[in-house]
């Protein structure tokens, strides 16, 4: 299964990786091979997370 990858959104600090900083139209994760929780991506892909808006979404491809 090929690994899916993210379109940041809004531009955000991810308080779980280093304060790490993404910018609208970054990819996420930085690096693309790093494992991200699959509860981590819940947090971003939707509005439950310390920012309440959607911060990343899925890349069709």
Do not use: Q
């Amino acid at each position: 299964m090929a690994k899916k990858k993210y379109e940041v959104l809004h531009k955000f600090i991810d308080l779980e990786d280093k304060n790490k900083v993404y910018n609208a139209g970054d990819t996420f994760p930085k690096p693309a091979n790093k494992k991200v929780a699959h509860d981590r991506i819940l947090d971003l892909t939707t509005s439950d997370n310390k920012r309440g808006k959607v911060l990343i979404k899925e890349i069709e491809e």
